[in-house]
């Protein structure tokens, strides 16, 4: 088994330094900028190509490394290609393995998806050991998950109807975080603060409840008003919000609601959920 890969960028490239360290053999990259395909190769113990053709013709896997946007053209280029048994991968999170159309019986098709995101090239391979991946696909699962379990990384089997679900939820735990973080300092800075103390103060509490949830899970992580069952607090805070930034507190203090309720069954959460709607 030889793994190719079609697009030398960070997802590509760490994956393929991931493969190599656990002793899977690379064919090399291929990417339309050749000086990528060098790095990455570099990085990988693996050949780098100029045609994207010599790359298909060497690998056994191909894993088509390229932005979203960019999957069916290149799937295009590389279809007529494929004249004996590969395994084709992309990794998008959001689309299925049905943007590989075709009438080729031979090749099996597959989304691998790493539930993670990758600022660099250069990701700490102890890192990537804790990336947990979805698996779509319907031709030779079984070889395949039997493939990744070498790799001791969580993976997990989802169905094509699920995956636009599924790729949400990994955007409320990333991208989403994102926003409520830049909301948080904003707010700092309506206070009055000093713009410097605003983009520094929220760091150490979001740090610690990070911390908090990857240790504990949510229930357990629950502090504030809501653990506290405080409507006086949450008044005073929807009272100062901005009309956007209320509702933001409102739909994820029900949510918070939820587990408060779980945790502390005995609790009546009725007056503070009157007040969020």
């Known amino acids: 088994m030889k793994i190719g890969f079609i697009g030398a960028g960070k997802v590509g490239t760490n994956l393929g330094r991931y493969f190599d360290t656990k002793g899977w053999p690379l064919s090399g990259f291929y990417s339309k900028h050749y000086e990528d395909a060098i790095f990455s190769a570099r990085q990988t113990n693996s ?45 998008s999170g959001s689309k299925s393995s049905a943007i590989f159309a075709t009438e080729k019986a031979q090749i099996a098709c597959f989304s ?41 990384n969580p993976l997990a089997v989802i169905s094509a109807e699920d995956k636009s679900l599924y790729h949400a939820a990994g955007i409320f735990a990333s991208s989403l975080v994102v926003g409520l973080a830049t909301t948080a300092q904003e707010i700092f800075q309506t206070c009055g603060l000093p713009e410097a103390f605003a983009k520094s103060a929220w760091r150490q509490v979001f740090t610690q409840n990070a911390m908090n949830l990857v240790l504990n ?10 653990e506290e069952n405080d409507l006086t607090t949450i008044i005073e805070h929807l009272a100062v919000l901005s009309p956007e930034d209320a509702k933001i507190y409102c739909e994820l203090t029900k949510k918070l609601i939820k587990l408060a309720s779980e945790k502390y069954p005995e609790r009546d959460y009725q007056f503070i959920e009157e007040k969020l709607d």
């Open 47 to 91: 050949h780098a190509f100029s045609e994207l053709s010599e790359c298909v013709a060497a690998s056994d896997w191909l894993f088509i490394t390229v932005p979203d946007d960019q999957l069916l053209t290149v799937w295009q280029e590389v279809e007529p290609l494929l004249t004996r048994e590969y395994c084709l991968f992309h990794c």
């Open 112 to 152: 691998l998806h790493p539930l993670t995101a990758f600022a660099t090239k250069s990701v700490p391979l102890e890192q990537l050991a804790q990336v947990a991946f979805t698996l779509e696909g319907d031709q030779q699962q079984t070889q395949v998950k039997a493939a990744f379990a070498n790799l001791e």
């Open 217 to 226: 899970g949510p229930k357990e992580s629950l502090s504030g008003p809501i």
